[in-house]
């Protein structure tokens, strides 16, 4: 007895210095996470830049040169999407957020246009696919916003977050004439940008279809009523079979119909690896949309099963001093500080600056100010 008692106990230390062994050998064949993510950051993106950002917009052509500023596309949708490159300054010294452009002024401390690259569909996707990097950051941007404003955005967006691969902003005839009159009618150009996004869906159905066939690591960030452009568009296309086409699907202030976001809500969750939705109470674009609409936003804050939701209202700061609607965040450094993580793949409980929130609040979790 006394030497099979002995013989258990000799065996029992043996499978725990075995799995302490496992273990120990499997913690030092795997890479630190600074290794990790100075592998995937090649460029340290530490002074100024001009960097390529792709663009697919269905907006109709208005000028005959080749440049990428307000007069280039406007407020119509085209038959036809056009596809190309715009090289774009990225100043050095740029407040986070702020996207000021002068094409005359310091290079260090001004956004500005460099060229334009005109390309077919065809040669847009080989240009992407050529990419050394396995990402593709896809831009969807909101109402009222014009293609060259949608070009800077997705620029600066890159460059904060010092992201890898290939950026392309998918640009739909969102805006308004610049004309005092244009300016004013707030409600009526509201009403042609929301015809003008659901227009869209089929364009970037195929567009998103062709995109994520080229066998890259696709994210997805969607501002405002670029949501009326996006989410049918991914339900639809996940309806159809084809499942985690994309790897992060990032949901910023959704200006979309809350009951309607319910309702495709399955399909959307067989699309992505992970939905991250950036969400406030006191955005007073959506408050105002849902007065239009006459029903809640998905924006405002609400728990949807297999959805991060986080309210960001501690930290709607506006951007030198301009803004403050509660609904132009998605640009700012903390929340670019949060997409950095969730690009790198950390979970909601692991990033900086979230906790949880309340049982009885719409939002699963606060991003801390």
């Known amino acids: 007895m006394n030497?099979?008692?002995?013989?258990?106990k000799h065996s029992t230390f043996l499978i725990f210095f075995s799995f302490l062994f496992l273990i120990n050998l499997l913690v030092s064949c795997s890479p630190k996470i600074g290794e990790q993510i100075n592998k995937r950051i090649v460029d340290?993106?530490?002074e100024t830049k001009i960097l390529n950002v792709h663009f697919v917009t269905t907006r109709r052509e208005m000028s005959v040169k080749?440049?990428?500023?307000?007069a280039s596309f406007g407020f119509i949708t085209d038959i036809n999407p056009h596809y190309g490159i715009c090289l774009v300054n990225i100043p050095s010294k740029h407040i986070i957020g702020d996207i000021s452009f002068d094409n005359a002024q310091d290079k260090n401390q001004f956004f500005q246009f460099k060229g334009r690259i005109n390309t077919d569909d065809k040669e847009f996707l080989n240009k992407i696919k050529s990419s050394t990097s396995e990402e593709v950051l896809v831009f969807v941007h909101g109402f009222n916003v014009n293609f060259d404003e949608a070009v800077l955005r997705a620029g600066q967006i890159k460059y904060d977050?010092?992201?890898?691969g290939e950026v392309v902003v998918y640009s739909w005839p969102a805006g308004a004439d610049a004309g005092i009159l244009g300016q004013v009618m707030v409600k009526s150009t509201y009403d042609l940008n929301f015809t003008e996004a659901k227009i869209n869906r089929e364009p970037f159905s195929k567009f998103l279809t062709d995109i994520t066939g080229l066998g890259k690591k696709i994210h997805l960030v969607v501002h405002s009523m670029g949501h009326q452009v996006v989410l049918p568009s991914v339900a639809s296309i996940a309806k159809q079979g084809k499942s985690?086409?994309?790897?992060?699907?990032?949901?910023?202030a959704p200006d979309f119909d809350k009951n309607e976001f319910e309702s495709i809500l399955s399909d959307l969750t067989k699309s992505s690896e992970r939905i991250t939705l950036y969400c406030s109470p006191g955005d007073n674009a959506l408050v105002a949309s849902q007065?239009?609409?006459g029903a809640p936003r998905a924006g405002m804050c609400f728990k949807y099963s297999g959805v991060d939701v986080i309210n960001v209202n501690e930290v709607d700061d506006p951007v030198l001093g301009v803004g403050g609607l509660g609904h132009g965040y998605y640009s700012s450094r903390p929340i670019l500080t949060d997409i950095y993580q969730v690009l790198m793949g950390v979970s909601v409980e692991r990033r900086l600056f979230i906790r949880k929130s309340g049982p009885k609040n719409g939002e699963?979790?606060?991003l801390r100010k």
């Open 291 to 293: 007065k239009v609409n």
């Open 3 to 8: 030497i099979t008692k002995q013989n258990k």
């Open 66 to 70: 080749d440049n990428c500023d307000s």
């Open 364 to 366: 699963n979790f606060v």
């Open 44 to 46: 340290p993106f530490d």
């Open 161 to 164: 977050l010092k992201f890898p």
């Open 244 to 252: 985690k086409f994309l790897s992060e699907l990032i949901l910023n």
